[in-house]
C-alpha cells in the first residue's frame, strides 16, 4: 500500500473545474515532484491533499485511511504538512513563535523541544534569528522556516509548494541543498516546482500535470531524457 | 486660575479609569483583531455583568468577590453564547449583516434589561478608605479597580504570547488558512478568543458596577467611547488600544476639572475626530 495515493481526483472553484480525474501516489521515503506550466492545478493539487480544498470526486487515502472531505486541521493530524505557496508565514510572530505553531497538534506539543532543536540543527540560521519577527527575514531564510514550521509537526509527508519560487539563483541551489538533507533524514516528499531541471535531480518520480490532467509520469530521469520535458519546460 | 493640585488628581484619576477603560477595549478589539467583527453590543454585556454583580451583592449579600467571580463566569458564558448564537452563522457574510446582527443584539438587550429592571439607575457602594498622597486624593474604590485590571492586562499578554492557544489566536488574526495546516481548528479558536473577550466584558463590569450606576442603556454610556478608543488605537492593535486609553480618560478626566465632564467627552470626539484624518491606520500606525 502506498502512503498517499490518490485516484479520480475532481475538484475545481465555483463552475471552474481545475482538477480532472487524477491518479497519483507516493510511496513512503520516496521523494516525488509534480511539474507542468503556470495554472497547471499545481497548487490546486496540493490544496486538495491537505484538505484546505474539498475533494469533487474520487478518493485520497493516507496510510490507508481515507482522507477525502477531512477538514484542513484533521489531515495534518494523519501527518501530512503543508508548505503552501508564497510559504504563508505569520508575518509579526517571531521565527519562534512561527516553529512553535507548527507543533499546535497535541502529539507534535509533546516533542516541542525536542523537534525544535532538530529544526535548529538543519537550519541554523532560524537558531540565530528566533526573535526576529518572520516578516524581517530574507526570502531564503522565509522559505527555510516555512519548511521547519512543516517539520514541527513531525509528519509522515511533506508537501512542498514551489519552494524556489522568488528567490536568487544561489539561494535556490541553496535551497535545494536544504531539502536534499531533509529527504535524508527520511522524510517522505511530494514537491511542486517551476524549476524543473533542478527539481528532476532531487527526487525519484515525477509526474507531469498540464491543464487538469497528469499527462505524463515516470522516473525523473527518464523524464529528462524526454524530448518533450526537455523542450518545453527544462529549455534545452 | 485652578490650583495645580486638581489638575494633578485629575490626571491621577485620568490613569485610574484609563486601566477600567483599557480592559473594554482591549476585550472589544481582541475579539475584532481575530474574528473581524466589531460586537457593537460589547458594552452591553458589561452592563448584564454589572447587573448580576448588583443582586448577587446588592441584593443577596454575596461577599464582593464572589459577586465579582459569578461576573467574570457570566461574562465568558455570554462571550460564547454570542459567537455560537449570533457570529457563528453570519462568519463570511457581509460586513453590513454583521453590523446589523450585533446591533440588534444591542436594542435586544436594552429592551431586556429595561424590561426586567426598568430604567432605574442601580449602584453598588462599597465604603473604603482614601488616602492622601502630597494632597493628591485616592480613593481605594479606585484604586483596587485599576489595579485589578492591569493585572488582568498583564495576564492577557502572557497569555496571547506565552501559550500555545494565546500564541495561535494572533496567528489566526495574520492568516486563518495557515493556522488551520498547522492543525488548529479555526472555528474552536474563534471560540476561545469570543470566551476570552467575554470573560474580560465579565471582569470590566464587575469592577465598574463599583464606579459608575448601571442601568439599562449603559452600553450608550461607555460604548461609543470604547469604540473610539479602540479605532484611535487602530482596530485590532492591542498596544494603539492600551495607549488609546489612557489618552482618552486624560483628556475626559482633566477636561472634566477644567470645565465639565461633557465638555471632555466634546473634546474626545473632537480629539478623535481629527485623528482619524491625521492618521487613519491608528496613533501607533507605521506612516506611508
Ligand atoms: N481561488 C481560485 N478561484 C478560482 N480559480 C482559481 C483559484 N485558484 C486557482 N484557480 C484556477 O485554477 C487553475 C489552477 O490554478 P493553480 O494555482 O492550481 O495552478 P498552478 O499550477 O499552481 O500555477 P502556478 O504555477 O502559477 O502556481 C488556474 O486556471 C487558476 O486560474
Ligand atoms: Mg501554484
Known amino acids: 500500500m502506498s502512503l498517499l495515493e490518490l485516484t479520480g481526483v475532481t475538484t475545481g472553484y465555483g463552475h471552474f473545474t481545475a482538477l480532472w480525474d487524477v491518479g497519483l501516489r507516493v510511496e513512503r521515503g520516496e521523494a516525488v515532484a509534480v511539474v507542468g506550466p503556470n495554472g497547471a492545478g499545481k497548487t490546486t493539487l496540493l490544496r486538495v491533499i491537505s484538505g484546505v480544498l474539498p475533494v469533487r470526486a474520487g478518493t485520497l487515502t493516507f496510510d490507508g485511511a481515507a482522507l477525502a472531505g477531512r477538514p484542513a486541521h484533521e489531515v495534518v493530524a494523519h501527518g501530512i504538512a503543508h508548505v503552501p505557496e508564497g510559504r504563508r508565514l505569520f508575518p509579526t510572530l517571531t521565527v519562534a513563535d512561527n516553529l512553535k505553531m507548527g507543533a499546535y497538534l497535541g502529539r507534535a506539543r509533546k516533542h516541542y523541544a525536542e523537534t525544535l532543536a532538530r529544526v535548529y540543527a538543519l537550519f541554523p540560521v532560524l537558531a540565530e534569528r528566533r526573535t526576529q519577527r518572520a516578516g524581517s527575514l530574507s526570502g531564503g531564510e522565509q522559505q527555510m522556516l516555512a519548511i521547519g514550521r512543516a517539520l514541527m509537526s513531525r509528519p509522515r509527508l511533506i508537501l512542498l509548494d514551489e519552494p524556489s519560487m522568488g528567490l536568487a539563483p544561489v539561494m535556490v541551489l541553496r535551497l535545494f541543498d536544504l531539502i536534499r538533507r531533509v529527504r535524508e533524514e527520511g522524510y517522505t516528499i511530494l514537491v511542486v516546482e517551476q524549476n524543473v531541471r533542478q527539481v528532476l535531480k532531487l527526487v525519484d518520480r515525477a509526474y507531469l500535470l498540464e491543464v487538469g490532467r497528469i499527462k505524463m509520469e515516470g522516473r525523473a530521469a527518464e523524464l529528462n531524457d524526454q524530448d518533450f520535458v526537455r523542450k518545453a519546460y527544462v529549455g534545452l | ?288
Open chain 2, 1 to 288: 486660575m485652578i490650583d495645580p493640585i486638581f489638575l494633578a488628581e485629575a490626571a491621577v484619576n485620568g490613569v485610574l479609569l484609563g486601566g477600567v477603560l483599557a480592559l473594554l477595549a482591549l476585550g472589544l478589539n481582541l475579539i475584532f483583531g481575530v474574528i473581524d467583527i466589531v460586537w457593537i453590543a460589547y458594552v452591553d454585556l458589561v452592563m448584564l455583568c454589572m447587573y448580576l454583580v448588583y443582586f448577587l451583592v446588592q441584593v443577596y449579600g454575596w461577599p464582593v468577590w464572589a459577586g465579582g467571580l459569578a461576573a467574570v463566569a457570566l461574562g465568558a458564558a455570554l462571550g460564547i453564547a454570542v459567537h455560537l448564537l449570533i457570529i457563528s452563522p453570519i462568519l463570511g457574510s457581509a460586513p453590513i449583516n454583521q453590523l446589523l446582527a450585533t446591533g440588534g443584539l444591542l436594542f435586544f438587550l436594552q429592551s431586556f434589561a429595561t424590561f426586567l429592571w426598568t430604567t432605574d439607575h442601580r449602584s453598588v457602594r462599597l465604603s473604603l478608605p482614601s488616602y492622601d498622597l502630597g494632597g493628591i486624593f485616592l480613593p481605594l474604590t479606585r484604586v483596587i479597580p485599576f489595579a485589578i485590571s492591569i493585572l488582568a492586562l498583564v495576564a492577557l499578554y502572557l497569555f496571547l504570547t506565552r501559550t500555545f492557544v494565546g500564541t495561535a489566536i494572533r496567528a489566526v488574526s495574520q492568516d486563518r488558512e495557515a493556522m488551520g495546516l498547522m492543525g488548529a481548528n479555526p472555528h474552536r479558536i474563534y471560540l476561545v478568543t469570543s470566551a476570552v473577550g467575554g470573560l474580560m466584558a465579565g471582569l470590566a463590569g464587575a469592577l465598574l458596577i463599583f464606579l459608575y450606576s448601571v442601568h439599562p442603556f449603559f452600553g450608550g454610556q461607555l460604548g461609543p467611547l470604547t469604540f473610539m478608543i479602540c479605532v484611535l488605537g487602530g482596530l485590532g492593535n492591542m498596544v494603539g488600544a492600551f495607549v488609546a486609553s489612557f489618552i482618552m480618560s486624560e483628556i475626559i478626566s482633566i477636561a472634566g476639572v477644567l470645565w465639565s465632564t461633557e465638555m471632555g467627552y466634546v473634546i474626545a470626539f473632537v480629539v478623535f475626530i481629527v485623528m482619524i484624518f491625521v492618521r487613519p491606520g491608528g496613533i501607533l500606525a507605521r506612516r506611508g
